[in-house]
């Protein structure tokens, strides 16, 4: 019987191919590495256009980015900026949330054994207060590096109201956060809020309420902020920041008007017909 030839992965396989391969290259042929990264080198048109389909992180930009758009200045990193805050937020949130019991007054004294009792809990409490202070200065910033750029107008306006409620949950994350503590800043600070959410017209009593749980600031207001601080809001901000970025990659990068060139060029539609891409 006729033999027949071997297939191509079986020479791959074969002890003589693998001999003559560095290390490297052996990585690069193997099965591991080839189910992951599944894209040519990126050192053709081609080449960097399945690298930006198939890889993650690139996939998250527009397929079709200017050069100039690229540069830090056009965008300062701001969005990028605020986006890793979230994550040390969360992380940190998440360390804390270990040693923390939203009742009164175990609330104080949890805060108290945090600082002084559990291992980097004082560390881990300052990288979380001062990540939120920074946050709040980076979206705001940031919301005035897109205005400068004009992002708010088509085809952007749905991205800029997505970042007005950003904005609002990050504020509400703060103001949330506050009253955690349950010290005399907290209690007082958060007595001073509500009171001046009680004055809104019409809804004022009832907003008040619902936020509070009852008439005054309590064990009930320490819960409801517990909740909205941990989860609630949390989660909301984590859809919105997807749908937020979503957008980003696909109406391009707007930049400021000096260049409105690159700014119609950044909002072309992908040419992505040319490419092939096998799913
Ligand atoms: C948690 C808050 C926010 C996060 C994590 C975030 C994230 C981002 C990221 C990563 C980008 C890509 C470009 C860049 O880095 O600048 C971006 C762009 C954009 N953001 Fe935000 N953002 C936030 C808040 C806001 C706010 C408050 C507004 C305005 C009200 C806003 C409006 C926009 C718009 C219109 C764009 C598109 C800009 C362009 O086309 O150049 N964002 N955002």
Known sequence: MASRAPRG?????????????????????????????????PDTPRGRAMTSFHN????????KVPRKVLSWRSTLRLGFIATVLYLVLFVSGLYLMFFYHPAVPQAYFDMHNLSTGVAFGQFVRN?????????????ILHLLRVFYAGAYKAPRQFNWLIG????????????????????????????????IAGYVPILGDHARQILLGGPDVGGNALLRFYVLH??????????LICVHIWRVRKDGFAVADRDEEVAADATAEPETEEVPVDA
Do not use: C
């Open 230 to 239: 941990i989860y609630l809001l949390p989660a909301l901000m984590v859809l």
């Open 56 to 63: 993650f992180f690139l996939h998250v930009y527009p397929v």
């Open 9 to 41: 992965g079986r020479i791959r396989n074969s002890a003589l191919f693998q001999a003559v391969l560095t290390p490297r290259e052996r990585f690069r042929k193997s099965e591991l590495y080839g189910s992951a990264i599944r894209h040519p080198r």
């Open 164 to 195: 007005v409620a950003l904005l609002l949950a990050t504020l509400g994350l703060s103001f949330t956060g506050y009253l955690l503590p349950w010290d005399q800043l907290a209690f007082w600070a958060i007595t001073v809020g509500t009171n």
């Open 127 to 139: 990288i979380h207060r001062w990540s939120a202070h920074l946050m709040v200065a980076v979206v």
